[in-house]
């Protein structure tokens, strides 16, 4: 067979409009490790700038005559197997991305380099182990007891216990450098560098349980998800009602498949779900499982990503980005919570996790199983559609009753006067659970304090001078800031226009939790937004704090809405129902039930009954309601129908072009441009309509404007190859030069 001299490589720090497989040479020293899925270093454009780049594939030939050489090889084995290089292929394709933006998706961070040099490296104990055996150690320290008392110890401890770490040998024994050097040279003991998993404290030290049992309906459900776990893909759906044992399934399949010999994945939406899942999933599965997710520092990400690589771990937990996960025999992806946003990906490469997840168990013949107490339309859809098998469990577990729920007319609370986040209703709960000991959860999807500050004698509001929103206060500092580009100043005392007085408009995390102090002074209260969880060292320490100091009352955002399992919280309420209901978002009334039906559920859970309560200036909204009698069947319903009308997704897919700019008018011309260029291009295609150029909710961001033309047309037909085709031309389009173009399918903002 020919030797294969020509590298066909993805070169990082290319545009998208340049992007494509760049063949160069490989030097005869180096043909033995520059191999298919190796990273190496590369001369890229005229200066020859040294470039770091991925072999996708090894070929004889080459279309260009004179081909630069591959400068250095930069890892010792493949990173990437050849199904995960056609992964990357195809996100290039589907989600509008460089190769290379996806191969780094793919990788930890710590593999990367800066400067030539690896960020993080790989972490080695040096252990001490016999050189000689047994018997023979032990002879030499008997004859070695009295003059050299250290290596006799040593020589004896290794004779126990077979081998050590040179740092717990020496402070065992009390030896010395040079003791343990004498030994080594005299050939009695040696030295060996071992590698090093750097885990997160939570993977470890958890003691080890049983299975759980499963209730009749949960062991149909798992029996039927397990005859679809074959040789062949599949996808099903598990729709289940809040505390119904999803989790109690997922557990069961996975000790099946292990035993089966088969891997799997479990993806979580949020980071702050991680604890209690691994905790679960630790005292069933022990060192079998790895975990992966952005708070991992990145040598722990690092050697989380090396375990799984070298087959020490079949279970896999993590956020969005484990599903690219390198875990081999894979039999299953689960992802908890399917319906969240947090899947989707708003930076390139502007992935969906269930979409890679699809391919994934389609190249390897393993199950793809989606579960939710609401799950998304699109998923449901699928599987009134056949495409997905169904499985449901309306039940909670033991047969335990569901929240009651009161919907509260805040617009009554405002005539009798109160003006406050807090119903009197909510307040009269708040005191009984106070008063019984039991815990409660408030939600409010606003972090801050007020969402503006307003002059009430000349109207001025504070407006962030890089984005085109007004500025949050945040009373735990006095500043205001905003929350897309992190701008921040001081609050005046008074008006800086006309020294007016100023008022707080809108309430957040913030303001609830200062009313609350108000209210039950001297009462624990701890709040979870992203102000307080990065100062506390991670959602799992507040979640800790909550569950084990038994704090009366948590407020937080959606974090605290989903995955959360406390025994003593008897009592839910949503400060502001219609906070998302009115979104300019197709998505809007689906994120609203959403969200309401799951931060519901975290009410009685256990052996107590729980109690929820809405507020709301809308109560008799049809989302409102249908989300107070835990009705997903009605909401789908409905949702559905509307989608069909208004030709929306499932029915049809939206492929978006985002364009952004310093100068608005010249943004929004090539916006005008693209959606004359796509409605011709797409002129004939049956179901086809471009919509926009149309602001994005928030049109200013970094002092860059944004505008986004819509192309709504069935699925396929080749509509992506046509964006793909028009984003590439603008790019390089000179009358447009200040503008920059991205595409995105059904983006989630």
Known sequence: MAQMTIARI????????????????????????????????????????????????????????????????????????????????????????????????????????????????EKFQTMAALAVPTEEAAEA???????????????????????ASLQDLKEFTGASSQTVKTLCSAGYIELQEVPVYRRPELATGVERAALPELSPAQDKVCRGILKLCGDRAAAALLFGVTGSGKTTVYIRLIAELRRRGRTALLLVPEIALTPQMLRTFSSHFGDDIAVLHSSLSAGERLDEWRRIKEGKAGVVIGTRSAVFAPLEKLGAIIIDEEQEDTYK??????????????????KDGALLLLGS????????????????????????????ELPTVRVVDMKEELRRGNGGSISLFLRDELEKNLESGEQSILFLNRRGANRLIACGNCGFVYRCPNCSVSLTYHSFNRRLMCHHCGYSRPLDESCPECGGILH???????????????????????????????????????????????????????????????????????????????????????????????????????????????????????????????????????????????????????????????????????????????????????????????????????????????????????????VADLVIRFSTDKKYRGVSLYADTNPSD
């Open 10 to 121: 993805a070169v990082s720090g290319v545009p998208y409009r340049l992007d494509r497989p760049y063949d160069y040479n490989i030097p005869a020293e180096l043909a033995a490790s520059v191999l298919p899925g190796v990273r190496v270093e590369v001369p890229f454009t005229n200066a020859n700038r040294r470039t770091e780049g991925v072999v996708l594939a090894l070929t004889e030939v080459s279309p260009f005559e004179k081909l630069k050489p591959v400068l250095r090889v930069l890892d010792a084995e493949p990173l990437l197997t050849g199904d995960q290089i056609k992964l990357a292929l195809w996100m290039h394709e589907r989600f509008f991305c460089t190769v290379y933006e996806a191969v780094k998706a793919m990788l930890p961070a710590g593999l990367w380099y800066k400067g030539g040099k690896r960020r993080v490296n």
């Open 141 to 163: 320290a008997e004859k070695r007891g009295r003059r050299a008392p250290q290596q006799a110890e040593v020589l004896r401890t290794l004779c126990a216990i077979g081998r």
């Open 345 to 362: 990906s708003e930076n390139a490469p502007r992935y969906h996790a269930r979409d890679v997840a699809k391919f994934r168990c389609a």
């Open 373 to 400: 107490a609401t799950p998304d339309v699109e998923s449901r859809w699928m599987a009134e559609q056949g495409r997905y098998a169904y499985f449901s469990l309306p039940g909670r577990y033991n047969e335990r």
């Open 504 to 722: 707080r408009v809108g309430t957040g995390t913030q303001k609830v939790e200062e009313e609350l102090g108000e209210l039950f002074p001297g009462v624990g209260i701890l709040r979870m937004d992203t102000d307080t969880v990065a100062p506390a060292g991670g959602h799992d320490v507040l979640l800790e704090r909550f569950r084990e100091e038994r704090i009366p009352i948590m407020v937080g955002t959606q974090m605290v809405t989903k995955g959360l399992n406390f025994e003593n919280v008897t009592l839910v309420g949503v400060i502001s129902a219609d906070q998302s209901l009115y979104a300019a978002d197709y998505r809007a009334a689906e994120r609203t039930f959403s969200l309401i039906t799951q931060v519901v559920g975290r009410s009685g859970r256990f052996e107590k009954p729980g109690r929820a309560v809405i507020q709301t200036f809308t109560p008799s909204n049809e989302v409102i309601c249908q989300a107070a009698a835990q009705d997903y069947e009605s909401f789908y319903g409905s949702e559905i129908e509307l989608r069909r009308l208004e030709d929306l997704p499932p029915f049809t897919e939206l492929l978006c072009v985002t364009m952004s700019g310093l100068v608005e008018e010249e943004v929004h011309a090539c916006g005008a441009r693209v959606r004359d260029e796509l409605t011709l291009a797409t002129r004939g295609v049956e179901g086809a309509r471009v919509l926009g150029p149309a602001p994005l909710p928030v049109l200013k961001v970094n002092n860059k404007y944004r505008y986004r033309v819509t192309l709504c047309a069935p699925p396929g037909k080749g509509m992506r190859r046509i």
